[in-house]
């Protein structure tokens, strides 16, 4: 078993620079602490987490807090937790997995306990609840999802609008003129899940910009009805020459859809989604923005962990958005 010497022999520092490196207790320069863990890394070293953490009141874990429920957002929540899972161990951070439905009580709960180092929050709402908890609290958090007010935050997100803008210019360029829009399912817009309000404003805007009309259509809050609600709207709108979807569920539910229709793509429909596939799943066979679960949770615990061992210093908290790239898999003609 591998000893705080072999780490301090591997790195090439003294064993209290690799105690000050994992503990946080003292500031180490980036290129030491980065040589430190790659170390750590190779050689398996585990540091005895009790008396770590009764000496320097750390507990090397991460919260994840997420809001899992029936509506439309728990699949796409749900594959940002690989990656953020991943991301964590890679640093030498365990994850401690939060999914009550009460969020401020369960923020309260564990911060007060000290059970973990810092937070990572998904599933934020326009005005989340969990927020007022989080300002108050002595723990560093990163946010993966935009909240109206971001004063003093670390958020991370997606930019909806450009992905939108991104869409449309993309179908308009092609000469459509009539799109149907599936949105997520009502539900989730009524607790203001801020992605989906800004999607799909955006469409409508860049939409009128170009004279393009947009049929918006809710999606299916269940997966069971998925199928009904698609055909619905092929029937509610058979001028539409392309359709653009933003729901994981009606994106996997289309082909075969389209397959009881006889609907060939792109001879008779243009496709185009914005999904939340995370790494390893398999995307859908449309042209697609990609909502970038992985890189986005990636860049939420380096974020998280940078505050976490003081090393962005007093770098105010802000805002950042990750550009939409599009996929182009030959879905749209």
């Not at 002595?138 to 909240?147: N, Q, T, W, Y």
């Amino acid at each position: 078993m591998a000893t705080i010497a072999d780490v301090a022999r591997a790195a090439g520092v003294s064993r209290s620079t690799v105690s000050y490196a994992l503990s946080g207790k003292r500031a180490v320069a980036p290129e030491t602490l980065s040589r430190v863990r790659r170390a750590v890394r190779d050689l398996g070293y585990t540091p005895h987490a009790g008396a770590q953490a009764l000496a320097l009141a750390r507990t090397e874990v991460i919260g994840l807090v997420l809001h899992v429920d029936h509506t439309g957002a728990a699949p796409a929540v749900t594959r940002y937790v690989a990656p953020i899972s991943s991301a964590a161990r890679r640093l030498g951070y365990d994850l401690l997995l939060v999914t009550d439905i009460d969020g401020p009580s369960a923020l309260r709960r564990i911060t007060a306990s000290g059970r973990v180092d810092g937070l990572v929050l998904l599933d934020v709402t326009q005005d989340d609840l969990r927020l007022p908890v989080l300002r108050a609290a002595e723990r560093p958090a990163v946010l993966i999802g935009l909240p109206r007010d971001v004063g003093g935050l670390d958020v991370l997100d997606l930019d909806f609008p450009a992905a939108a803008e991104v869409v449309v210019d993309h179908l308009a360029a092609l000469g459509h003129r009539r799109v149907t829009l599936v949105t997520p399912p009502r539900e989730v817009f009524a607790r203001g899940v801020g992605h989906a309000w800004r999607f799909r404003s955006a469409c409508l805007s860049r939409a009128r910009e170009w004279g393009l009309r947009v049929y918006p259509h809710f999606a299916a809050a269940r997966q069971v009805d998925t199928g009904p609600v698609l055909d619905a709207v092929f029937r509610a709108h058979p001028d539409a020459t392309a359709l653009v979807v933003h729901d994981d569920r009606s994106v996997a539910a289309l082909p075969s859809v389209l397959h009881r229709r006889a609907m060939r793509v792109p001879g008779d429909l243009s496709v185009v989604a914005l999904h939340f596939w995370g790494a390893g799943g398999t995307p859908p066979p449309y042209t697609a923005v990609d909502a970038a679960p992985a890189e986005l949770g990636r860049l939420a615990v380096r974020r998280l962990v940078s505050r976490m061992t003081a090393a962005s210093g007093d770098e105010p908290a802000g805002v950042t958005l990750v550009r939409p790239q599009l996929t182009d898999r030959a879905s749209t003609a």
